[in-house]
């Protein structure tokens, strides 16, 4: 199986035992987000200072952790911006959710909270609004107050 890096398609092809077929040299930049512009995302080389723009469909379900000033890291084929790696977690402020009652630590129970991204997660109850929370990135979930 072989995946073109551009439009992500994946063509099943039998090889002769001999041939080789050359990897894509894929760069990882390590970007920062500066700010949102007509649907367009704005990002900033660390390295060279050039601005590159994303849109809502690159960057996919990265916009639930995106925030100003954050590094990311972005792949490259070629000049052309294939998609986004982004950390493992990061942390985020809780913006609305129900106040927490005392005692609601033990019970295991969750409410939602919105977080300053607009992304909506599940917390234990004892979470407040204007806490930092460190959200997991792969997975989406809660792990813990920052």
Request: proline fraction near 3%.
């Given at each position: 199986?072989?995946?073109?890096?551009?439009?992500?398609s994946v063509v099943e092809r039998t090889f002769n035992s001999g041939e080789?077929?050359?990897?894509?040299?894929v760069d990882n930049r390590k970007m920062q987000y500066l700010y949102e512009n007509d649907e367009m995302y704005v990002?900033?080389?660390n390295e060279t200072y050039e601005q590159s723009e994303l849109t809502k469909e690159q960057l996919g379900d990265a916009l639930k952790y995106l925030k100003e000033?954050?590094?990311?890291?972005?792949?490259m084929f070629q000049g052309t911006i294939l998609g986004v790696d982004l950390?493992?977690?990061?942390?985020?402020?809780v913006i609305e959710?129900?106040?927490?009652?005392?005692?609601?630590?033990?019970?295991?129970?969750?409410?939602?909270?919105?977080?300053?991204?607009?992304?909506?997660?599940?917390?234990?109850l004892f979470i407040n609004q204007g806490d930092?929370?460190?959200?997991?990135?792969?997975?989406?979930?809660?792990?813990?107050?920052a």
């Amino acid at each position: 199986k072989m995946k073109n890096v551009r439009p992500g398609s994946v063509v099943e092809r039998t090889f002769n035992s001999g041939e080789k077929i050359p990897k894509a040299h894929v760069d990882n930049r390590k970007m920062q987000y500066l700010y949102e512009n007509d649907e367009m995302y704005v990002f900033m080389d660390n390295e060279t200072y050039e601005q590159s723009e994303l849109t809502k469909e690159q960057l996919g379900d990265a916009l639930k952790y995106l925030k100003e000033n954050m590094d990311i890291s972005i792949m490259m084929f070629q000049g052309t911006i294939l998609g986004v790696d982004l950390p493992n977690s990061v942390d985020l402020e809780v913006i609305e959710c129900d106040p927490g009652v005392r005692g609601d630590t033990a019970t295991g129970a969750t409410k939602m909270a919105k977080l300053e991204t607009g992304y909506s997660v599940r917390v234990p109850l004892f979470i407040n609004q204007g806490d930092v929370l460190r959200i997991d990135t792969r997975t989406g979930n809660y792990m813990e107050r920052a």
